[in-house]
């Protein structure tokens, strides 16, 4: 989960940077390619679950976003 701190840090370059608001994720179950919708007023580092949409399997989504806006964005296996 994002912390007060983290969404702190995303005012570095919000005005210099566009900050990805959607990811391709494939997903770590059946192997689909699915598009998701991100927030960037989450916070620079983002951590939950979200389900498939394909195969209804969850997610541990990992989301990081760097000081340019680009994002790393990565899917385990859920609990």
Do not use: K, N
């Not at 770590?28 to 598009?35: F, M, N, R």
């Not at 927030?39 to 976003?65: H, M």
């Amino acid at each position: 989960m994002a912390t007060p701190d983290d969404a702190e840090d995303m005012e570095w370059d919000e005005d210099d940077a566009t900050f990805a608001s959607e990811a391709d994720v494939t997903c770590p179950y059946c192997g689909e390619v699915v598009s998701i919708t991100l927030d960037p007023g989450g916070g620079t580092v983002q951590s939950y679950v979200e389900d498939c949409e394909i195969c209804c399997r969850p997610w541990q989504l990992t989301v990081t976003y760097e000081h340019d806006g680009s994002v790393e964005v990565t899917a385990e296996e859920g609990a």
